[in-house]
């Protein structure tokens, strides 16, 4: 369902589990609980693309995906949908630099990096970008020499040393110095520029997102205007520039605390993730640990870009009005002059085995929250899709086993919803309710422990079984419509293993067998490989 599931939902893509995600950045993409995929192995969409998808249940045999594959000589992968049912295209460049590739103590790096790139280059954004190098290079010493000073004052303040120092007079004169060097800062730079020169030229959807795998810019244009957003992009990839860098990191502290530390979901949600991997970089928050976001440098983040965010590190993604031959020939004169970078180092920690139930409980004032996670798969193994029905089977719509039971006829709940995400190296298999009162999160579980307790002994019906695959299917054809959404299921799934993966996932998921799904649940749903995170209300 990572495919399926940004069909239905996108960028944070969802449906009714994505109240959980509503801490994390909100162009963080497949924060959904399932990034998309995509189908079929003889799949080619044309221009006819049917907009009705009342008919298309059984039909999708005869649906093509006709994608042109390119490779620069630096490295740089495009792929090229043409598709003319408006005068737009829809463009992205991922780059294959996600949380889990981050180095310890530097959580945060990537998603940080998202914001940084609206900021402009050294000829876009800036007036004179010498003079203003020069005062970003004080800038920066400045700031430096301040959060020595203040750590060292903080340790004088918790031992008691309550007189003026030395240090007390130096972060004076610093912090005068940086007042007044902030201020002609200003007058060399156009924080907006670029921004604005997309939307003077028609762009939409101008934004950026973060996931555990790939960073991703994009936006909608008009067509005629691809030549703009190639110069624009290859700019960035030459001439970056960090502009405004320490007062876009206290933004993204500030999103920090509004989504991760004062939000109960993002609370419930780092606390859950971090107990279900104890080794793998998985548990690492998207948004990065707060304490690693405060120390992050300028020069320390620009080098990480220069290292990593390099063509042969990148995918562009173009569906739209164009012509792939147009296309190639742009690529070529604005993406391929610019060098390779360091390839992007392979995650090498692998997850322990589990020996046990994981369990904590959250105090927070809020209402109760109940997370219940099981260790799930890879991306495209067998039991991958036959999750996707277990999923949509469980919680998918009003006569779905769960939704049905608990929160229509029993009423235990308020929302519950179901998720399968997959990965390179493991997964998992998700639950998330909000009970309703009087029924507690212990209530809810011993309902959902029982529901599964008949996945693993009872065939599921025939009805149900074909109702989940028709729900897939329809979703996942109704995504099919939008340049935006074809290019990020096309991007989403080349990093992660292959574009062509789009061609597999729906015709996968209608081999599954109830036979499946009672296997995978006997094999998956056990205490050992599975993880508990209840919120409850904060005690007076």
Not at 32 to 55: A, D, E, F, K, W
Not at 134 to 157: G, H
Not at 316 to 334: F, H, N
């Amino acid at each position: 369902m990572r495919s399926i599931k940004l069909l239905i939902i996108s960028v944070s893509i969802l449906l009714i589990f994505p109240v959980i995600f509503s801490y994390l950045p909100a162009v963080a993409e497949p924060k959904t609980p399932n990034p998309v995929r995509s189908v079929g192995t003889n799949i080619v969409l044309g221009n006819n693309v049917p907009t009705n998808t009342s008919n298309w249940v059984n039909q999708t045999e005869t649906i093509t995906i006709d994608v042109k594959e390119f490779v620069l000589k630096n490295g740089m992968k495009v792929l090229v949908f043409e598709r003319y049912n408006s005068p737009t295209v829809a463009v992205n460049i991922y780059f294959r630099v996600g949380s889990v590739h981050e180095p310890f103590c530097q959580t945060g790096i990537a998603h940080l990096l998202e914001h940084m790139l609206f900021k402009g280059s050294q000829t876009i954004g800036t007036t004179n970008y010498s003079k203003e190098s020069e005062l970003m290079k004080r800038q920066d010493e400045i700031i430096e020499r301040l959060e020595v000073l203040r750590t060292l004052k903080a340790l004088q303040d918790k031992e008691g040393k309550d007189i003026p120092t030395l240090e007390d007079q130096e972060i004076k004169i610093l912090e005068d110095e940086l007042k007044s060097l902030n201020d002609s800062y200003q007058s060399y730079i156009s924080p907006k520029e670029y921004t604005q020169i997309y939307t003077k030229h028609g762009s939409r959807e101008l934004n950026a997102s973060t996931s555990k795998y790939h960073t991703n810019y994009y936006c909608r244009l008009p067509a005629n205007k691809l030549e703009l957003w190639a110069w624009l992009e290859s700019d960035h990839f030459i001439n970056p520039v960090l502009r405004g860098f320490y007062e876009e990191r206290d933004t993204v502290l500030e999103e920090r605390r509004q989504r991760s530390e004062d939000n109960p979901n993002g609370v419930l949600w780092e606390e859950f993730e971090a107990l279900m991997y104890k080794a793998h970089p998985y548990r690492r928050p998207i948004i990065g640990w707060r304490s690693d976001i405060e120390n992050l440098k300028r020069k320390q983040v620009e080098e990480y870009f220069r290292k990593y965010y390099a063509p042969n590190n990148a995918i562009a993604v173009i569906v739209g009005a164009v012509k792939s031959e147009e296309v190639i020939k742009l690529m070529k004169r604005y993406f391929e002059p610019i060098p390779k970078g360091s390839p992007i180092p392979p995650v090498i920690t692998t997850e322990p085995e589990q020996f046990g139930e994981r369990r904590v409980i959250v105090e927070f004032d809020s209402q109760p929250k109940l997370v219940i996670g099981y260790k799930g798969t890879t991306i495209a193994h067998k039991d991958d899709f036959t999750f996707d029905i277990i999923s949509t089977i469980l919680s998918k719509g009003r006569l779905s086993r769960l939704y049905k039971k608990l929160v229509l006829d029993k009423k235990m709940c308020l929302d519950i919803d179901v998720f399968n995400s997959a990965y390179q190296q493991i997964g998992h298999f998700v639950i998330y309710a909000v009970p309703q009162s009087p029924y507690s999160p212990e209530d809810v579980e011993k309902a959902v422990y029982e529901e599964l307790e008949l996945l693993k002994k009872e065939p599921v019906s025939d009805q149900e079984l074909q109702r989940a695959k028709n729900q897939l299917e329809v979703s996942f054809l109704r995504g099919l419509n939008s340049n935006d959404g074809m290019a990020r299921r096309l991007g989403y799934n080349e990093v992660l293993s292959s574009w062509r993966y789009i061609l597999d996932w729906l015709p996968q998921c209608k081999k599954v067998t109830k036979d499946d799904i009672i296997k995978t649940a006997n094999e998956y749903f056990m205490s050992n490989r599975r993880t508990v995170a209840i919120l409850i209300p904060k005690k007076k």
